[in-house]
């Protein structure tokens, strides 16, 4: 089993900026890829950003790119999530996913299989 727990979200005015974990704990040495989602209220769940675990492979939805940052900590078996310049349409729960074997989609919610609770980002204009 994989167990993801994510941190580090909160409020914040627009242009403002936050960064969030996600720590994996269980079996971590099997994973292959990581993933971001958001889901804002009344809306599906909807791909951020997905890395490679070993490295490379770094994937961003377009309304993200150039905002958004995601990089990990294979020590740490950490995923971070750098976002900044906020805009109130980024306010969402943000999740982190895992996939554990090799796959190459990465922007579906049906390419991951763990998945954690989720930390909520509210962005205020």
Do not use: H
């Not at 704990?25 to 809306?43: C, E, N």
């Not at 294979?74 to 310049?85: A, I, K, S």
């Not at 390419?111 to 962005?123: K, N, P, R």
Request: hydrophobic letters at 35%; aromatic letters at 14%; charged letters at 20%.
């Amino acid at each position: 089993q994989l167990q993801l727990a994510e941190s580090g979200g909160g409020l914040v005015q627009a242009g403002g900026s936050l960064r969030l974990s996600c720590a994996a704990t269980g079996r971590s040495f099997s994973i292959y890829r990581m993933g971001w989602f958001r889901q804002a209220p009344g809306k599906e769940r909807e791909f951020v950003a997905a890395i490679k675990w070993s490295g490379g492979s770094i994937f961003y939805a377009d309304s993200v790119k150039g905002r958004f940052t995601i990089s990990r900590d294979n020590g740490q078996n950490t995923v971070y999530l750098q976002t900044n310049d906020l805009k109130p349409e980024d306010t969402a729960v943000y999740y982190c996913a895992a996939r554990r074997f090799a796959y190459s989609g990465y922007a579906s919610i049906n390419d991951y299989d763990y998945w954690g609770q989720g930390t909520q980002v509210t962005v205020s204009s």
